[in-house]
């Protein structure tokens, strides 16, 4: 998905890294195979970049300058909260809903384009002060969940499901808005999709909550118009 | 034999007594699973000394162990135990990741590609980069 933008734009002392929160590279094989990425695609099967960076879902991003600093902190990855938006029944996304998806997107690649084109001058680099107020910062409960979901990830590597399934519920327990920690903990049909009816109870229930939240940046569409 | 997790290991520790909430290693194996070292002034780790509670010491010391599951619970780090007691976390504790935050410096990492090469993110300073999640799932 991010080879083209890759292809454009790294000539221009610009990278991408995607990570795969999976269990194991294999799962992440196919995809990866498939998008013939020439820049670094790596695999987490623990989570260290959710837990480093304090991530509750996927996709999302991290803007990084020169000097590794964060200029954008964790958001949608040009993603929107489409899922909402489903016909409960057929679970069929309206047109309205997929055009602000692309709309969506689009605003999001322009603003990288912009910030490999301007650097700290472009309005989607926040300054030092932007970034600290829209980090997400963890507690201790969030930290306990990261070691309860670490620890179960471990004990089902060495075969030890038994051991692991009470750390996992620990770690949703600790940590429910996670949803990294309660998909690749839940089970997966035959595709390897996290889609069970748990799943789809679980969005049903987000309410007013969104399930990616509208990202912070100009000309970023809020809505989906009725 | 207990598994023992940190942040960054996995190790498989003998000598060691796992008691319910406690976990009692030497003071090697302590060093060396976690880079706090045993000295006259507390546990030390670079520039940091933290003084052992001298009212209740013998909840952390014990018979030249160190009870570690206890001070890691004093620091405010997160302790989970499994398999009755044969797998230990000491995990990261939320102050730290905050302030590694909070820094705006982007935490570094390192994982492998699907050939299993390893790579970090601070192979790439000196380019822009545009870290990006996603899963299988």
Redesign the interface.
């Known amino acids: 998905m991010?080879q083209a933008?890759y292809e454009e734009l790294k000539d221009q002392?610009?990278?991408?890294?995607?990570?795969?929160?999976?269990s194991e590279?294999d799962?992440?094989?196919?995809?990866?195979?498939a998008a013939a990425p020439t820049y670094?695609?790596?695999?987490?099967r623990d989570h260290?970049?959710?837990?480093?960076?304090?991530?509750v879902n996927?996709?999302?991003?991290?803007?990084?300058?020169?000097?590794?600093?964060?200029v954008r902190?964790p958001e949608p990855?040009g993603a929107f909260d489409t899922i909402r938006a489903r016909d409960k029944s057929t679970r069929e996304v309206p047109k309205a809903a997929e055009e602000t998806r692309i709309k969506a997107r689009q605003v999001y690649l322009d603003a990288?384009r912009d910030?490999?084109r301007n650097?700290a001058s472009s309005p989607h680099a926040f300054d030092?002060f932007e970034?600290?107020a829209r980090?997400s910062?963890?507690?201790?409960n969030?930290?306990?969940a990261?070691?309860?979901f670490?620890?179960?990830q471990?004990?089902l590597r060495?075969g030890?499901a038994d051991?692991?399934a009470?750390?996992f519920l620990?770690a949703r327990r600790l940590h429910p808005k996670s949803w990294?920690i309660w998909?690749?903990t839940?089970e997966?049909n035959d595709l390897?999709?996290?889609v069970s009816a748990d799943f789809w109870g679980r969005i049903d229930a987000l309410g007013e909550t969104k399930f990616y939240d509208v990202i912070d940046m100009d000309g970023m569409p809020a809505e989906i118009p009725s | 034999m207990v598994?023992l997790?940190t942040d960054d290991k996995?190790l498989n520790v003998a000598g060691v007594i796992a008691d319910g909430t406690a976990l009692w290693l030497s003071p090697e194996v302590v060093e060396h699973a976690t880079g706090w070292k045993l000295k006259p002034e507390g546990l030390c780790r670079g520039e940091i000394c933290v003084p052992i509670p001298a009212l209740r010491a013998e909840t952390f010391l014990r018979d030249d162990k160190i009870n570690v599951a206890e001070f890691w619970r004093f620091m405010?780090?997160?302790?989970?135990s499994?398999?009755a007691g044969d797998?230990?976390?000491?995990?990261?504790?939320?102050s730290a990741?905050?302030a590694?935050?909070?820094s705006?410096?982007?935490?570094?990492?390192i994982?492998?590609?699907?050939d299993?090469v390893p790579?970090k993110?601070?192979g790439?300073?000196?380019?822009?980069?545009?870290?990006?999640?996603?899963?299988?799932?």
């Open positions: 991010w933008l002392n610009f990278t991408i890294i995607t990570v795969a929160m999976d590279a799962a992440a094989r196919p995809y990866i195979e670094l695609s790596l695999i987490d260290h970049v959710a837990e480093l960076y304090n991530m996927v996709p999302q991003a991290v803007w990084i300058d020169e000097q590794g600093q964060i902190p990855a990288i910030w490999v650097g030092q970034a600290r980090l910062l963890p507690d201790d969030i930290a306990a990261q070691a309860n670490r620890l179960g471990f004990l060495r030890k051991a692991a009470p750390l620990e990294t998909r690749q839940d997966t390897g999709l996290a | 598994w997790v996995e405010g780090w997160p302790v989970v499994a398999d797998a230990w976390m000491l995990g990261q504790g939320a990741r905050s590694a935050l909070e705006l410096e982007a935490p570094d990492f994982l492998p590609d699907l299993g790579h993110l601070s790439e300073r000196g380019k822009k980069v545009f870290l990006a999640t996603w899963a299988s799932w």
